[in-house]
Nanobody, 127 residues
């Protein structure tokens, strides 16, 4: 069973920064479409950022310019650097891997539900 373990969440003041990490087990991220999603209470899970095997990235409009997705293939770790955090960024953040298909856009939630894996999530709270 594939596991994606997120870390780095916490509480921060508005305008602050956090870096989230995702460390998969048993799989290599280098050839996957990797992504970060978030879900606030009462809201649907939404795509935040994606990164393809060639390094191409996509971001939700709400985080563009503030969040950066990256991956260290040598360490087999995915990152989400978040700066200028806002209260509306508060959510549970999930790492996800899509293991089939050639599409790695921001709107891949249903693709992941069918052909990918979700992490357990890490909480981000901005006040």
């Amino acid at each position: 069973h594939v596991q994606l373990v997120e870390s780095g969440g916490g509480s921060v003041q508005a305008g602050g920064s956090l870096r989230l990490s995702c460390a998969p087990s048993t799989v290599r991220i280098s050839t996957y479409c990797m992504s970060w999603f978030r879900q606030a209470p009462g809201k649907e899970r939404e795509g935040v950022a994606t990164i393809d095997s060639d390094g191409s990235t996509n971001y939700a409009d709400s985080v563009k310019g503030r969040f950066t997705i990256s991956q260290d293939n040598a360490k087999n770790t995915l990152y989400l650097q978040m700066i200028s955090l806002k209260p509306e960024d508060s959510a549970m953040y999930y790492c996800a891997a899509l293991f089939v298909g050639g599409y790695c856009g921001i709107d891949i939630r249903k693709n992941i539900e069918r052909f990918g894996y979700w992490g357990q999530g890490t909480q981000v709270t901005v006040s």
